[in-house]
């Protein structure tokens, strides 16, 4: 059974940064692609990063929205995937999940990210 739990959101100012981290549990970790999703009041959910797993090079893919600004990361010994994000912005207010993208998805219960003009 694969567990996921966000955490490190947050009120920050526009221009701040915050970082976000999920921790997974089950075996199936490092072999699986993990990502983060964000879903803002009245919008749908959207791919904001992805990294996939060791096997195929831990490749990084970003929507246009956030490149250079947002960092995908992870850690298959800890079971942890990361996002760093720079100079956030007001439009970035969401809820952010941490998924894990295997044979069956998986998703994290989400953490609330307020970024105030």
Known sequence: QV????????????GGSLSLSCAASGTI??????????????KQRELV???????????????????GRFTISRDDVQKKVALHMNNLKPEDTAVYYC???GPKNYWGQGTQVTVSS
């Open 49 to 67: 990063a992805g990294i996939s797993s060791i096997i195929t090079g831990r490749s990084t893919t970003y929507a246009d929205s956030v490149k």
């Open 3 to 14: 567990q996921l739990v966000e955490s490190g959101g947050g009120l920050v100012q526009a």
């Open 99 to 101: 998924a894990l993208q």
């Open 29 to 42: 970790f490092r072999l699986a692609a993990m990502a983060w999703y964000r879903q803002a009041p009245g």
